[in-house]
């Protein structure tokens, strides 16, 4: 599904080079969960933007189905991302002017030809992570929690391949933590790739592999 080769990421920092990758090498097959750990700095968040299309690499090279998306242009990478990826990033970000039922149903309504079905599947989403009285709240109405299970929401609206997600749980409780991510694993189940990264070592027995990542070098997996 995804192919990763010789990928880097370089940083100018106050004259001076900064690798935040350095010759990344990764293959992420369909079906997979893959957690990835490591210290903040180490790179992670940055690997998984350049996965989800969010940002460019300095070299190297990222393959989405046989496609160099490191080549693509700009449109190419929205519809990829937006078709193909669920992306869910680290910081909670919503559009404040519209309701969470509308920021669910974003992504939807870009390419998808029957509102209709998806507003029906975003109301079945939004009582799956138990905040079905919010759909017609505002972003800024919301708990940290309450946002980050409506963005988890939108990034399954449009029924991904792969999930993209940079600490999906952070700003849940135990028991919110244990739904979501038993949610992520009932998709995965069903043919969803996930792609991770968490500081909740509790959620590393949902996937099966792990690598870590140290300084922007990834390291061998360890399959669970």
Known sequence: MIQIKNLCKD?????????ALNNVNLDIISGDFINIIGRSGSGKSTLLNICAGMMTPTSGQIFFNGQDISRSNDNELSRIRN?????????ASALENLSILENILLPACIYSSDNNKSEDYARSLLEKFNISGLADSFPDELSGGELRRALIARALINHPEIIIADEPVSDLDINSAYEVMKIFADLNSEGVTLLMVSH?????????????????NLLSGNKL
């Open 83 to 91: 078709k193909n990826i669920g992306f869910i990033p680290q910081n």
């Open 11 to 19: 940083y100018n920092r106050n004259g001076k080079n900064f690798h």
């Open 200 to 216: 909740d070592l509790d959620t590393l027995k949902y996937g099966n592999k792990i690598y870590t990542m140290s300084g922007g």
